[in-house]
């Protein structure tokens, strides 16, 4: 009688270090999932700060005599201005610019555009030598046709000896030249000479060619350029310069 009950009781202590055992499982499992989650949480944090900081390192406000709010948002080509908000499509095609046939191709020329519609965007124009892309919106008229429409947005590429050259390309009008723009230090000049303030970032950098991105905003819009410089070359071998009206302009008839 006596070894059955010390039988019973060795059982009955054995289910109990089991389940003991068992309880405590799931708890270390938990434990480690939580390490787990919690270092991979502060890496992620850590990542995600260092490139913030390595952005803010990369970029630099840049303090200039003149004064974004008085800038006039317009590109000079062929000596002739364009301003945004003012000129209108019509004004690119009357001085010899066409219509790309492969941008074009969905543009219904003689569709009546609504008051206040975007009528198409990053359409590229062409003359025998230079492209520009624009965007264009009715801020006019009631209803307006594609030519009716005022310039939104124009941007110009090319180098300082080649396109841009060729097409006397000018901002802010005319006061800023891009055929001047041969080095970093001269465009800087010059948008310190216009801009009260503008932000500069360093793009990209290797033996080869160096890069950075200008940008600010004014009262009417914005503001931006990317330039890249030839090491091997030593000269300037491309700027993109565009500018953008403000999505709430509000057009004002001279």
């Known amino acids: 009688m006596t070894k059955r009950i010390i039988a019973v009781v060795m059982v009955v202590a054995l289910l109990a270090a089991l389940l003991v055992g068992c309880s405590k499982k799931p708890n270390n499992n938990n434990n480690n999932n939580s390490a787990a989650d919690s270092a991979a949480s502060s890496a992620a944090s850590s990542a995600a700060s260092s490139a913030a900081s390595s952005k803010e390192e990369s970029e630099e406000t840049v303090s200039g005599t003149g004064d974004n709010n008085k800038v006039t948002l317009s590109m000079t080509l062929f000596d002739k201005e364009y ?60 209803f307006a046709t594609p030519e009716q429409c005022i310039l939104t947005k124009m941007e110009f590429k090319g180098s300082p000896d080649g396109a841009i050259t060729k097409a006397s390309a000018k901002i802010f009008g005319g006061k800023i030249d891009l055929a001047k723009c ?32 200008y940008k600010a905003d004014t009262k009417d819009g914005k503001f931006y350029m990317y330039a890249s410089f030839d090491k091997k070359e030593n000269k300037m071998k491309s700027i993109d310069t565009s500018l953008d009206l403000n999505y709430d302009y509000t057009y004002q008839p001279e």
Not at 190 to 200: A, T
Request: aromatic content about 12%; hydrophobic content about 25%; overall charge negative.
């Open 83 to 142: 301003t945004l908000g003012k000129s209108r499509v019509k004004d690119l095609s009357d001085n010899d610019w066409g219509y790309d046939p492969e941008d074009w191709k969905d543009i219904d020329m003689e569709k009546k555009i609504e008051y206040k519609q975007t009528g198409g965007s990053y359409l590229t124009m062409d003359n025998s030598t230079t492209e520009v892309d624009i965007s264009f919106k009715n801020l006019a008229e009631t």
């Open 182 to 213: 041969t080095s970093f230090e001269e465009i800087e000049n010059q948008l310190k000479s216009n801009l009260s303030s503008f932000v500069k970032e360093k793009q990209y950098d290797s033996e080869y060619s160096t890069s950075y991105s």
